[in-house]
């Protein structure tokens, strides 16, 4: 009964890969993002999504692409990847954006190394 | 840029005390205020959120809000070790959260 997964887990590649990490969730939410957490811990808002539709697209590498196929799943690819983009990558989603609330479930994270 | 401050700790209490996380942002628009904790190389779990001046309590947890203030805080009573972990502050902007740097918290038995 995972809410928010993601895979993989644990993705080791080369500088100048090409990578996708993947996010499904099943609690019925319309909106997912995706954040990154770099060494020092600090989570930033990269993407999101509602209904399909992107709604936050922050200040990042145009090498970084979300895809969002459905709602219950939002997908992030990398190309070309560099060693500044080692981080815990994390999905999250929510039901809705409007309003006061906006409670955010998050998924286990994919920590992503480039050597 | 708004921004949501938080001391990054270690803040150490002992076991069975009242541990106070402190959290202030910039945005004076700013609508809902939320805590989440993280263990180390886990995700971030939501612990609780305030929209309302005030206080708002769930179980040893009590959030705090001052909105003139800009200051929102976390009272975890009865301190616990498995209480030990990073606090996260996050304030909602549009349809993202803010996040502070979070704070650090030992519980020390």
């Known amino acids: 009964d995972t809410a928010v997964s993601q895979t993989p887990k644990y993705l080791v590649t080369q500088m100048g890969n090409d990578k996708s990490i993947k996010c499904e969730q099943n609690?019925?939410?319309?909106?997912m993002y995706w954040y990154k957490q770099d060494s020092k811990k600090f989570l930033k808002i990269m993407f999101s999504y509602n209904n399909k539709e992107l709604i936050i697209n922050e200040t990042v590498p145009n090498r970084f692409s979300p895809k969002s196929p459905d709602k219950a799943h939002l997908n992030l690819h990398i190309n070309s990847l560099e060693l500044g983009d080692s981080a815990v990558y994390f999905c999250?989603?929510?039901?809705?954006?409007?309003?006061?609330?906006?409670?955010?479930?998050f998924g286990p994270g994919t920590r992503l190394t480039v050597l | 840029q708004k921004e949501v401050e938080q001391n990054s700790g270690p803040l150490s209490v002992p076991e069975g005390a009242i541990a106070s996380l402190n959290c202030t942002y910039s945005d004076r628009g700013s609508q809902s205020f939320f805590w989440y904790r993280q263990y180390s190389g886990k995700s971030p779990e939501l612990i609780m959120f305030?929209?309302?001046?005030g206080d708002k309590e769930d179980g040893r947890f009590t959030a705090q809000l001052n909105k003139a203030s800009q200051y929102v805080s976390l009272l975890i009573r009865d301190s616990q070790p498995s209480d030990s972990a990073t606090y996260l502050c996050a304030v909602k902007a549009g349809y993202a959260l803010n996040f502070g740097k979070g704070t650090s918290l030992l519980v020390t038995p």
């Open positions: 999250a989603s929510s039901q809705s954006s409007g309003g006061a609330g906006n409670e955010q479930f």
């Open positions: 609690l019925g939410h319309d909106t």
């Open positions: 305030i929209y309302s001046n």
